[in-house]
C-alpha cells in the first residue's frame, strides 16, 4: 500500500493566547511529537496575557511510529514575561490546528514574518540568559533554523 502524497502545507498563519499554546505543548508532550517545548518552561516564561503565533512550514511523519498520524511543522512565534519574542518548532495534529483563529490582516501577517526572521531561537535566547534550557525534544542540539526546517514558503518581502 503506498501512502497519500502530502495535501498542501496551509497558507494560513494562526494568533493563540497562551491558555492555547500550554494546550498544544501538552497534547504534543503526551503524543511525543518531536518539536514541543517543555510545557514547565512554557507556563514559566511566557506572557500570560500574549498573543502567540504558529505558522505552518512541513508536514511531518514519523516513520518509526506509523500509528502516530502526520503533524504540521510549524514555526511558533512565542512573546515572553519581559516583552521578547522568540522562534521555536512546534509539532501538531492538523486537527489541533484548523480550529484556531487565523491572522486576518496581511500587515499583521507581515509583522509576524518580520519578527520570525528576527526573533532569537528559545535556544539562543536562554543561552544568552544563562537559563537552563528546556527539553523540547529527544535530542539535545537547538532547534533547526526555519531554512534547515524547509520553511522556506514564508519569505520575508
Known amino acids: 500500500m503506498t501512502a497519500l502524497p502530502d495535501p498542501p502545507v496551509p497558507r494560513e ?12 505543548e501538552e497534547r504534543a508532550l503526551e503524543l511525543v511529537l518531536n518539536q514541543r517545548l517543555d510545557p514547565v518552561w512554557v507556563e514559566a516564561h511566557a506572557a500570560s496575557d500574549g498573543t502567540h503565533y504558529l505558522w505552518p512550514a512541513v508536514w511531518n511523519h514519523l516513520a518509526h511510529r506509523p500509528e502516530v498520524p502526520r503533524q504540521l511543522r510549524c514555526e511558533l512565534l512565542l512573546v515572553l514575561r519581559g516583552g521578547q519574542h522568540v522562534m521555536s518548532l512546534l509539532d501538531m495534529l492538523p486537527e489541533d490546528f484548523a480550529p484556531l483563529p487565523r491572522v486576518t490582516s496581511r500587515d499583521e501577517g507581515m509583522r509576524v514574518s518580520r519578527l520570525l526572521d528576527e526573533s532569537p531561537t528559545v535556544w539562543q535566547w536562554q543561552t544568552r540568559s544563562s537559563e537552563q534550557p528546556p527539553s ?3 535530542s539535545p542540539s537547538p532547534p533547526p533554523s526555519p531554512s534547515q526546517s524547509g520553511a522556506s514558503g514564508r519569505g520575508s518581502s
Do not use: Q
Open 13 to 24: 498563519v494562526k494568533r493563540l493566547d497562551t491558555a492555547a499554546l500550554l494546550a498544544l
Open 136 to 138: 523540547p525534544s529527544p
